[in-house]
C-alpha cells in the first residue's frame, strides 16, 4: 500500500464549483443536446420524432439523464438499485458484480425480491424465480429467507424496467459484467457509479471510478479501514467529482433539529455522548472452517477477495455474513456506526479523536467479537468542552439515567447527548429526540427551524451530478473523518489497547503494532 500519511486535515467541504471534470461526458451531453435540438426542429417539420429523443414530462432526454453503472447487485445492491430506475432523470447502463447469479442472498421478508420487482413493473405476477425463499439461519435467534441475485439478474431486471415503455416490450441497452475494471475501460459513457460490493472493495473501486471522472455514490461503511478514508476524501478533493455515502439521516429533520436544540443549549454543555446498537445480526465469534468446497459456478472468487489476503472459498463468507470476518467487514460498528455517527459529529461538530480504548466478549483471531464497548475521548472544539463517546454492541446497553422515568425503558437501539443541564434521549440515528424526564419536554420550547433543509441523499447526490454546486451532505471528505473514527474503534477492538491518536500523521503515538490494521497490506496486484 503507498503511505497515506498526510499534513493536511480533510475539509468537511467537497468543492463542487470548480470541479466536476466531466471531460468527455459534457461533450456526450453537449452532442445529445445538439441531437435533441435538430429532433425538435424535425419534428417542427412534420417529422415524427421519437420520445426517447425528445424526453416527456415523465422522462427528461438523454442529454438531461444520469448514465449509472451499479456494481455490486447483491441484497442490498438490488434495493438501491430499485430506487434509482424510479428516478426519471437516471439511466441504468452498466450492472457489475464478482458473482453472475446464485440464490442464497438474504431477503428480509419473503419473497422481498420478486415483490419488489413486481411493484417497479406495475405487474402482479411473475418473477417468482427471484424469492424461492428457503430458509437461511444467520444467528440463533435470526433466520431469514433466501432470494436470487447477481449480475444476471440485475441486468434482467433493468431491461425489463425499461422495456415496459416501449412499444416492442424489449430493451437491451445494459451491459452486464464480473470485472469492475473491465465495466471502467469499456463503458465511457457511464457518468456515475452506485457501489454495493462487500467492505474491502469500497476504496478500490471508488477511486478507480473517480479518477476516470465518475461521480461516486458509496454504501456504507465507506471503507474498511482509516487509511483508505483519508485516501478517498483526498481523491474525491483532487477529482472534483460528486460524492455521496449512503447515510439517510444526514439529511434527515431529525437530525437538523438536534443541530438546532444543542446549539441552542437545551441541555447545556455537552460532554458525553452514548450510542448502543442491537447488531450484530449476522455471525460473530467463529474460527476459520477447515474444509474447502468448491468454488460455485459463475462466482469469480479472486475477484472477490479483492485486495483481502487470499484464502479458500467458503460459503461462510458470503453473502452477508462477511461483515463479521476481519479480512472482509467492519463488523456491527462499522455497519451501523457510520449511521449514528454522522449525525453525533454534526450535532457536536466533532473530528478526531484524542484516544480510543475498547473491551468486548471473548477475542477470535479473525472474526469481531460477539459484543464489545468502545470509548472514545475527543478534544474541546472552540467553546464546545471535550466529549466522551461510549458505543455498545452485541445487545449490550448502557445504565439506564436517572432521569428516566420507572415506567420507560431504553429501546434497544438508542443514542443519549448529556449536557451540564439535561439530558436528550433519541432513535439510535437522533429519531424523535426528546429531553428526558418527560416533564422537562413539556416545558421546553424548541428554537424556530434554521438551518437549511435538503431533499434525500440520492436526490442530492444525482442533482450534484448534473452540475449542481450545493455539496451533498454525505460526501466522501466530511465522510471520511466519521469512518476514520469508526475504525480506529476497530483498531482497538482488535488490540485491546487505549490508542493514543495523532491525525495529522494518522499514526498510532503508543502501540505500534497497532498501525498494521490503521493502513492494512493490499494484496498483490491491487493498489489505490
Not at 441504468?92 to 458473482?99: E, L, R
Not at 459513457?189 to 458509496?218: E, N, Q, Y
Not at 470509548?375 to 466522551?388: C, H, L
Request: hydrophobic share 35%; net charge positive.
Amino acid at each position: 500500500m503507498p503511505d497515506f500519511s498526510s499534513s493536511n486535515k480533510l475539509s468537511s467541504s467537497n468543492k463542487l464549483g470548480s470541479g466536476n471534470k466531466l471531460g468527455n461526458k459534457l461533450l456526450r451531453r453537449k452532442f445529445l443536446s445538439a441531437v435533441g435540438a435538430a429532433a425538435a426542429g424535425a419534428a417542427a417539420s412534420a417529422t415524427i420524432v421519437p420520445a426517447t429523443v425528445l424526453g416527456t414530462a415523465q422522462r427528461p432526454a438523454p442529454s438531461q439523464r444520469v448514465n449509472l453503472a451499479m456494481i455490486g447487485t447483491g441484497s442490498q445492491g438490488l434495493r438501491v438499485m430499485f430506487n434509482f430506475l424510479r428516478e426519471p432523470d437516471v439511466q441504468i447502463v452498466a450492472v457489475c458484480d464478482a458473482n453472475r447469479q446464485s440464490s442464497d442472498y438474504h431477503q428480509w421478508s419473503q419473497n422481498e425480491f420478486c415483490n419488489s420487482v413486481r411493484r417497479l413493473l406495475g405487474v402482479g405476477t411473475g418473477w417468482e424465480w427471484l424469492s424461492p425463499n428457503k430458509p437461511l439461519r444467520l444467528t440463533q435467534t435470526l433466520t431469514v429467507t433466501s432470494g436470487t441475485a447477481g449480475y444476471e439478474p440485475a441486468r434482467q431486471i433493468v431491461e425489463a424496467y425499461y422495456g415496459k415503455d416501449r412499444p416492442s416490450g424489449q430493451y437491451h441497452g445494459c451491459k452486464a459484467y464480473a470485472d469492475f475494471r473491465e465495466l471502467l475501460d469499456k463503458q465511457p459513457d457511464v457518468d456515475a457509479v452506485v457501489l454495493c460490493t462487500h467492505d474491502t472493495l469500497h476504496a478500490p473501486i471508488a477511486v478507480a471510478a473517480m479518477r476516470k471522472g465518475k461521480h461516486v455514490w458509496c454504501q456504507k461503511p465507506m471503507t474498511y479501514s482509516v487509511a483508505e478514508a483519508r485516501r478517498m476524501g483526498q481523491v474525491a478533493r483532487e477529482t472534483g467529482v460528486a460524492t455521496q455515502v449512503a447515510v439517510g439521516n444526514a439529511a434527515s429533520e431529525d437530525t437538523r433539529r438536534l443541530c438546532q436544540w444543542v446549539a441552542a443549549g437545551a441541555i447545556g454543555p455537552v460532554r458525553e455522548v452514548i450510542n448502543w446498537s442491537s447488531r450484530p445480526f449476522w455471525p460473530q465469534g467463529l474460527e476459520r472452517p477447515t474444509d474447502t468446497p468448491s468454488v460455485p459456478d459463475g462466482l469469480n472468487w479472486d475477484l472477490w477477495l479483492g485486495p483481502s489476503p487470499h484464502r479458500p472459498y467458503h460459503p461462510i463468507y458470503l453473502p452477508f455474513v462477511w461483515r463479521g470476518w476481519y479480512d472482509f467487514g467492519c463488523g456491527a460498528l462499522g455497519d451501523m456506526g457510520c449511521y449514528s455517527f454522522d449525525t453525533i459529529f454534526r450535532v457536536l461538530k466533532l473530528e478526531a479523536p484524542e484516544w480510543v480504548e475498547a473491551s468486548a466478549s471473548e477475542p477470535y483471531p479473525e472474526t469481531y467479537p460477539v459484543a464489545s464497548i468502545v470509548r472514545y475521548q475527543f478534544p474541546a472544539r472552540g467553546d464546545m468542552p471535550p466529549v466522551r463517546l461510549t458505543w455498545y454492541d452485541g445487545g449490550l446497553l448502557p445504565a439506564r439515567p436517572d432521569q428516566l422515568e420507572p415506567h420507560r425503558r431504553l429501546p434497544k437501539e438508542g443514542l443519549m447527548f448529556i449536557g451540564d443541564g439535561g439530558i436528550i434521549l433519541a432513535g439510535f440515528t437522533g429519531q424523535q429526540p426528546q429531553l428526558i424526564p418527560e416533564s422537562r419536554m413539556k416545558q421546553f420550547q424548541p428554537p424556530p427551524p434554521s438551518l437549511p433543509r435538503r431533499p434525500d441523499i440520492s436526490r442530492q447526490w444525482l442533482d450534484a451530478c448534473k452540475g449542481s454546486k450545493e455539496t451533498p451532505d454525505a460526501n466522501f471528505e466530511f465522510t471520511a473523518v466519521v469512518t476514520e473514527a469508526l475504525q480506529l474503534g476497530n483498531v482497538a477492538v482488535r488490540t485491546r489497547e487505549r490508542l493514543a491518536w495523532d491525525p495529522t500523521a494518522m499514526r498510532v503515538t503508543n502501540h505500534p503494532a497497532a498501525q498494521k490494521y490503521v493502513a492494512p497490506e493490499y494484496r498483490s496486484g491491487w493498489t489505490l
